[in-house]
T-cell receptor, first 112, second 114 residues
Framework: EAQVTQNPRYLITVTGKKLTVTCSQNMNHEYMSWYRQDPGLGLRQIYYSMNVEVTDKGDVPEGYKVSRKEKRNFPLILESPSPNQTSLYFC???????????FGPGTRLTVL | KQEVTQIPAALSVPEGENLVLNCSFTDSAIYNLQWFRQDPGKGLTSLLLIQSSQREQTSGRLNASLDKSSGRSTLYIAASQPGDSATYLCAVITGGTSYGKLTFGQGTILTVHP
């Protein structure tokens, strides 16, 4: 089944404790991205990647890192999480060329 | 900077009604527009994708139209059902590239009651 998977789905952590949210797609898509969704602010892009080893900042990159060492994986890294990073995170992928984007199931992160 | 607005913010209708959700965007130089559905606590499910050169797309009871020059799109849902209850989001890719970020509207929360 073609899909985007994220792990973990739910995470509660404390301020300053490094964490990684994994994202994987099995559709051989070149383009992957991360969004966060917050009440009243909607979905905003954090980082995106156009291919292996090619990443760039979205609208709200502060406090996040990403890497793209393999085409299928695009992990989101929070080196020192803070409470303002409490949010619902989505990973997305697309082959580009104007095709639709596919979203993962989301990761609900709470930083205490 | 592209801004996407969805009206109404919330809509409650009885089962069986036909309804229209509206989406407007400020920069008409879009590459495509995509409608999504989001159930509470769940991810986004793609409903329809309209390329900038297209006027409409249909899938089952859903029909989405695009008027790029006026910066508007509508999602028409025919014969609504309680299972249609969800948040509906529209999103655009702006600019000449087929890649790029989606700019989302705030969504329309739809409730269809029996």
């Amino acid at each position: 089944e073609a899909q985007v998977t994220q792990n973990p789905r739910y995470l509660i952590t404390v301020t300053g404790k490094k964490l990684t949210v994994t994202c994987s797609q099995n559709m051989n898509h070149e383009y992957m991205s991360w969004y966060r969704q917050d009440p009243g602010l909607g979905l905003r892009q954090i980082y995106y990647s156009m291919n292996v080893e090619v990443t760039d900042k979205g609208d709200v990159p502060e406090g996040y890192k990403v890497s793209r060492k393999e085409k299928r994986n695009f992990p989101l890294i929070l080196e020192s999480p803070s409470p303002n990073q409490t949010s619902l995170y989505f990973c997305a992928s697309t082959p580009g060329g104007g095709n639709e984007q596919f979203f993962g199931p989301g990761t609900r992160l709470t930083v205490l | 900077k592209q801004e996407v607005t969805q009206i109404p913010a919330a809509l409650s209708v009885p089962e069986g009604e036909n309804l229209v959700l509206n989406c407007s965007f400020t920069d008409s130089a879009i590459y495509n527009l995509q409608w999504f559905r989001q159930d509470p606590g769940k991810g986004l499910t793609s409903l329809l994708l309209i390329q900038s050169s297209q006027r409409e797309q249909t899938s089952g009871r859903l029909n989405a139209s695009l008027d790029k020059s006026s910066g508007r799109s509508t999602l028409y849902i025919a014969a609504s059902q309680p299972g249609d209850s969800a948040t509906y989001l529209c999103a655009v890719i702006t600019g000449g590239t087929s890649y790029g970020k989606l700019t989302f509207g705030q969504g329309t929360i739809l409730t269809v009651h029996p």
